[in-house]
């Protein structure tokens, strides 16, 4: 996909074009908003990352004189301020989503990949052709099992390929979609990359005339060679994490310099006054900082740059509490960045992916050896964790596994593991099988009190015990999203039915509003989209009665409203919604907003 990213701060539009790269985006940079208008309209971008502070035109204003163009471009705003008012104001000036810094790299993949799900092949699905696949998200490539190493260029080009069926690319259709403006080369070197291309696929096991010439028109995929795949497994490190860590000697200087100019601020304000342009530049300073390190994995650090910047203000706080959070944040600088967010999940509503990820705890090593060897053949990524000491819910927390396998004969003391999982999350957001200690009755109704979902012995053969892993998650996670729609037109719900089915939603219907509680109590679902104007009770009560109920509180809630003033939405966000569409409802907006929700209430889950 290619990306136009509109930042001034160069530290941060770097760390995200790397980040953004990872993923195989293609990244064009303009640093003022000016330019940014320019390569919007020329370059014709599939997604625009916007900062709101830009100089020479700022991003709201860049956002409006986009859409006033005619633009559908989908837009992401980034932004240094969590208010309601501020988001509200980039969302009526025409975008899409909105994040606010410090960015999270992860939370970023993942609103990227929500706002590209309009086009028709989403990208966190496994693209195929014949025995060939490509995993956008591990961005590994294989021909019948065998992986593939490819440079990025010929990664790119393959990938364009996939996600654009039986079309033929001509050349110059080929560089416009995977160059940039500034390094765009002449179309030899298109035969150049396709003959590497072709040459590693026929490396790998592929036949030589899966990529074929078109006379006279260009290149596209065999059509005769193409046929269902099965998915490829998931890698285990975290893209976003590997680029951060790389990433951090690189900045660290520039970082070390933002700090030194608010030393030296400090140094000028013990010996008298702070002239105005100074202590705008150490505040400015502090501001960058800021948004640049708690995305490098600095959270300490980012909280301490922003007391920092309101500190510095007129007048400035005192002296010896400025100097202080000085020091600590120089000490802050000097360790390694932490990394604790999770790996980016993805829902399942469109399809849950064949490869299961499996965490296991206890085994011992000849058993774990052994399930090693057979979780291939039923499609299982093994993660073990041998030791009592292992911080299980850490490493939950951190691999975000499908099923975990806890074996109980290898843990000595009480509480039991199960225990402690059930105290932290109750219920427990995975399927869980479990290794009894003696298999009895009592034992197996203990292990179903702690939350264990399945019992299987320890005598079971090792491709018996993933067989179980496999139906157990199948059973749990294949089940598509549960959505509960409430407006009192019953034609408008009709409509949003006919919208939202080819998604593979579960969709329920509600036209009575009074009936609301039984409805939800019955149903259970995912997320709740209401109206916010209904007879008898509006969608503002319904919203106020889930937020105060325990069981309900955390469901995520999705207004439909006609309203566009500032003081309704905010009255939206104030009760306890969680976003809002706007009527007349433009499905791909609402279908981006629904997915980006069930993904971030799948990541809350594991925290």
């Not at 993942?110 to 693209?127: F, I, N």
């Not at 959505?483 to 408008?492: P, Q, R, W």
């Amino acid at each position: 996909m290619k990306i136009l990213l509109v930042e001034d701060d160069e530290p941060l539009a770097e760390l995200l074009i790397d980040s953004l790269k990872q993923q195989r985006h293609i990244l064009e940079l303009a640093r003022d908003g000016l330019l940014g208008l320019d390569l919007a309209q020329s370059m014709e971008p599939d997604l625009i990352i916007i900062d709101v502070n830009l100089p020479k035109l700022d991003g709201i204003s860049l956002c409006k004189k986009l859409r006033s163009q005619g633009s559908h471009t989908p837009i992401l705003l980034l932004t240094a301020h969590a208010s309601d008012s501020d988001k509200i104001v980039g969302l009526d000036a025409g975008a899409d989503d909105y994040l606010v810094k410090p960015v999270s790299l992860g939370e970023l993949a993942a609103r990227v990949r929500a706002l590209s799900r309009r086009g028709q092949v989403p990208p966190s699905l496994v693209l195929s052709w014949g025995e060939l696949r490509l995993d956008p998200t591990t961005c590994q490539v294989s021909y019948g099992g065998k992986p593939i190493t490819l440079r990025p260029k010929e990664y790119s080009l393959l990938e364009l390929l996939l996600r654009n069926g039986r079309r033929v690319f001509s050349r110059g259709a080929i560089l416009d979609q995977l160059w940039t403006l500034e390094d765009s080369p002449n179309e030899d070197t298109i035969k150049a990359h396709i003959k590497g291309l072709r040459q590693n696929l026929k490396a790998g096991g592929a036949p030589p005339d899966l990529i074929e010439s078109v006379y006279g028109l260009g290149y596209r995929l065999n059509p005769a060679l193409e046929q269902v795949a099965p998915v490829a497994p998931p890698s285990d490190p975290n893209p976003a994490i590997v680029a951060l860590t790389a990433a951090w000697p690189r900045f660290k200087p520039k970082m070390l310099e933002r700090l030194e100019i608010i030393e030296q601020a400090l140094h000028r304000l013990a010996i008298a006054d702070l002239p105005e342009a100074e202590r705008q530049q150490a505040q400015q300073a502090a501001h960058k900082l800021a948004g640049s390190l708690g995305t490098l994995g600095f959270t300490q650090g980012s909280a301490l740059a922003r007391r920092l910047e309101v500190g510095i203000q007129s007048p400035p706080r005192p002296l010896a509490e400025l100097q202080s959070l000085c020091q600590q944040l120089q000490a802050e600088l000097a360790q390694e960045p932490r990394h604790n967010s999770p790996l980016p999940s993805t829902p399942a509503t469109i399809g849950s992916p064949l490869w299961i990820r499996l965490l296991t705890w206890g085994l011992s090593t000849d058993l774990e050896q052994s399930l090693r060897l057979a979780a291939p053949v039923q499609a299982i990524h093994l993660t073990p964790l041998l030791k009592q000491e292992d911080d299980l819910p850490a490493w939950i927390q951190t691999l975000q596994p499908d099923v975990l396998l806890v074996d109980l004969r290898a843990w000595q003391g009480d509480p039991s593991p199960l225990q402690q999982l059930q105290s932290l999350w109750d219920p427990f957001p995975l399927p869980i099988i479990v290794i009894p200690t003696q298999d009895t009755l009592a034992e197996r109704r203990q292990i179903a009190k702690w939350g264990g979902h399945g019992v299987v012995a320890a005598t079971t053969p090792s491709h018996d015990m993933l067989a179980a892993v496999r139906d157990l998650y199948r059973s749990r996670d294949s089940a598509p999203a549960k959505l509960l729609l409430v407006d009192d037109d019953a034609s408008f719900l009709e409509m949003l039915v006919e919208l939202l089915q080819p998604w593979g939603f579960e969709i329920l219907t509600l036209n009575q509003p009074l009936l609301f509680w039984e409805t939800l109590q019955q149903t259970q679902p995912d997320l709740l989209i209401l109206d916010v104007e209904m007879p008898e009770v509006s969608g503002i009560e319904l919203c106020q009665v889930v937020r105060q109920s325990t069981t309900f509180e955390a469901l995520p809630i999705l207004f439909l409203t006609a309203h566009r003033d500032p003081a309704s939405i905010i009255h939206v966000f104030n009760v306890g919604g969680d976003d809002y569409v706007n009527k007349p409802v433009v499905g791909p907006e609402l279908i981006a907003r629904i997915l980006n929700r069930l993904e971030r209430r799948q990541k809350k889950r594991y925290r």
